[in-house]
């Protein structure tokens, strides 16, 4: 059995096999606002671990995507209905289980994690204050036909600071829009702000609110990366107004015409997108997920044949950080344009 020691913001097997680091270190949100941040898993033991799992992810996640649990200064879990943070630990399984995957000695993972047990809590039970993040990840590792849990803990500092501001006039008018809701607001439509419908929610229209009204403000950034107005991971969707080719004809078999008005509406909505993003970076250059839209900016652009200005964007981003995973979308959308051809035209 493993034994767990605790370690500055994380605690660490015995053996030292799988460490967690965040990155920010610590997180400072507003109430309501995503607390996301990239999580970087990397193999310690000093040798290639066998883990249970198709892939590298699905073994180190096998729960879906890494989310952790708030806590409050008292210990207690801030915890509601609808949602849950952390891992189920399960313990030892012997025998091992197949498919099995390597993590290679001195590897590493990074993916986007965040904490979400607070979503579904009304917004007025999660007041501004100092909090702490814990996020488990449990593997199974194989040795000799048997298995054995290898278990992980990170804590992260969480400070939800009071709004102040444009941001503290859009909880105001969200507040008033809850208070002032019709009658048949009632069933699942019935009860206090929550937590995650601040940013995004189909009961008040918060998205609309805020873009509409204050456009400014730090949801409004966060509403641009929310359903419905989220960056694409994969850059190469905003390419496929421009480069026709067998992938684009497999995935949107059309006739000649419908390739045309559909380009036409594309470019359009890339037009109007590049506008309220560049509106948006302009005046919040400060927002702490700025490297996200960019990405998104970037695609847009190369889309829009802009293709300088996608490069320059992308140069931007790489040299803020140049270990994101905001740097390495940039990297991939540079490598697709310059194997088309399309970085030629922008000299």
Known sequence: MLLILFAGLAFWSMAQEISLQSSPSSLSILPGAPAEFELTVRNMSGKPLTLVGQTLQSALFPNGLPGGTLYDSSGKAVRCSGMSGGLVVKGNKPPCETPTVVFPASGSLTLNCGIYSQGSCPLRDVPP??????????????????SRAVRQMLEIPVTVKA???????????????VNEAPPKFSGPYKGPLKWMEVVDSPRIHSRNIVLQRFPASTYAGYALLAPGGECIPDPRVFLMNLLVNDET???????????????????????KRVEQLEGYLKARPDFAKAGALKVELAG????????????AICG????HDAASIEAGKARMLIAFLAKKGCLKAAQ
Do not use: H
């Not at 497999?250 to 890339?270: H, L, V, Y």
């Not at 847009?300 to 200005?309: G, I, K, N, V, W």
């Open 129 to 146: 204050g100092n909090y702490t993040g814990k996020v488990i990840i449990e593997v199974q590792a194989c040795e000799g036909g048997q």
């Open 163 to 177: 709004p102040q501001g444009e941001d503290a006039a859009y909880l105001q008018a969200l507040e008033k829009t």
């Open 249 to 271: 004809a497999q995935r949107w078999p059309q006739t000649a015409s419908q390739m045309d008005s559909e380009k036409k509406k594309a470019i359009e909505d890339d037009k």
């Open 300 to 311: 847009r652009f190369a889309a829009l044949e802009r293709f300088q200005e996608a490069q």
């Open 316 to 319: 931007e981003i790489t040299a």
